[in-house]
């Protein structure tokens, strides 16, 4: 199982880090990916990392304010949002895929889906 932490609720233009550990497993061989799902919306892609290599890939809409990062001696993978805005309040969520690049955006190809953590952004 995958663990979610670190989100809580702060003021348009504020920085949050969200944290994604793994318990009983690694994260080699695999992509982790950070998803968010609003209430009444569907899941959306927000940012990947191949734990091999450091690969990234980002949603438009978060691209240049949020990074994706990863911690091999602590096995977690990092979120860090900066300038929120109320559009990214959500639940984020992490999980892992090992479908190739062009796939990383879709939700369905992810398992191991940690319990998601809650982002609240006040305008």
């Known amino acids: 199982q995958l663990q979610a932490s670190g989100g809580g609720l702060v003021q348009a233009g504020g920085s949050l880090r969200l944290s994604c550990s793994a318990s009983?497993?690694?994260?080699?061989?695999?992509?982790v990916g950070w998803f968010r799902q609003a209430p009444g919306l569907e899941r959306e892609f927000v940012a990947a990392?191949?734990?091999?290599?450091?690969?990234?890939d980002y949603a438009d809409s978060v691209r240049g304010r949020f990074t994706i990062s990863k911690d091999i001696a602590k096995n977690t993978v990092y979120l860090q949002m900066n300038s929120l805005a109320a559009e990214d309040t959500a639940v984020y969520y992490c999980?892992?895929?090992?479908?190739?690049?062009?796939?990383?955006?879709?939700?369905?190809?992810?398992?191991?889906w940690g319990q998601g953590t809650q982002v609240t952004v006040s305008s």
């Open positions: 009983e497993r690694t994260f080699s061989n695999y992509v």
């Open positions: 999980g892992v895929t090992r479908v190739v690049y062009s796939s990383w955006s879709k939700s369905n190809f992810y398992y191991y």
């Open positions: 990392i191949r734990w091999s290599g450091g690969t990234t």
